[in-house]
T-cell receptor
Framework: GAVVSQHPSRVICKSGTSVKIECRSL??????MFWYRQFPKQSLMLMAT?????????EQGVEKDKFLINHASLTLSTLTVTSAHPEDSSFYIC???????????????FGSGTRLTVV | DAKTTQPTSMDCAEGRAANLPCNHS???????VYWYRQIHSQGPQYIIH???NNETNEMASLIITEDRKSSTLILPHATLRDTAVYYC????????????FGGGTRLMVKP
């Protein structure tokens, strides 16, 4: 089945530093990947849509200069939280869909998430 | 994407069937119903999806009403490991379409 690998699973960083989170589709190609953020006891909120070879599309209220997204290949998207602050502490999750099997209405596959703590 | 309404929480006895309802009264003709679940501190896991026919796989069954305004996810023999938040989402099956998550139902399976 489709597998999405997300790394790291946990990261603690100091305030003001930057953190990069990787999302890889292991056995399929994904022209589009999605980045979500989830605060404790809340649902997933879409942050941005990452398109291979082009700029990401950000949801309203999400600062594109703070959350840098790079989708350099059909199997890799990265999210960099720049100048992180304690309020950026959250659970970040990526999602991707097999572009070849998409026409067969297969579901989206999610990464295991990254717990970011900014101290 | 159409909005969905789910109960906030439900309990189920271990070994019994868990029936999780979802209302999606504004669903449009080309939107599918997807079910995902999220176990604590993990990414969401795909369970099942359907358009209008009932569907069954190794994890669950999906019953969609004839008017498609509601559906029910059935876990036939719930186990403690099925304790999770279950999300019902409606979306069109375009590869570029994201999934919009509502509040979901927190299912607690009890011994």
């Amino acid at each position: 089945g489709a597998v999405v690998s997300q790394h790291p699973s946990r990261v603690i960083c100091k305030s003001g530093t930057s953190v990069k989170i990787e999302c890889r589709s292991l056995d399929f190609q994904a022209t589009t990947m999605f980045w979500y953020r989830q605060f404790p006891k809340q649902s997933l909120m879409l942050m941005a849509t990452s398109n291979e070879g082009s700029k990401a599309t950000y949801e309203q209220g999400v600062e594109k200069d703070k959350f840098l997204i790079n989708h350099a290949s059909l199997t890799l998207s990265t999210l960099t939280v720049t100048s992180a602050h304690p309020e950026d502490s959250s659970f970040y999750i990526c999602s991707a869909r097999d572009r070849i099997r998409a026409g067969l209405n297969y579901g989206y596959t999610f990464g295991s998430g990254t717990r970011l703590t900014v101290v | 994407d159409a909005k969905t309404t789910q109960p906030t929480s439900m309990d189920c006895a271990e070994g019994r069937a868990a029936n999780l309802p979802c209302n999606h009264s504004t669903i449009s003709g080309n939107e599918y119903v997807y079910w995902y679940r999220q176990i604590h501190s993990q990414g969401p896991q795909y369970i099942i999806h359907g358009l209008k026919n009932n569907e069954t796989n190794e994890m669950a069954s999906l019953i969609i009403t004839e008017d498609r305004k509601s559906s029910t996810l059935i876990l036939p023999h719930a186990t403690l490991r099925d304790t999770a938040v279950y999300y019902c989402i409606v979306s069109t099956p375009s590869a570029g379409n994201m999934l919009t998550f509502g509040g979901g139902t927190r299912l607690m399976v009890k011994p």
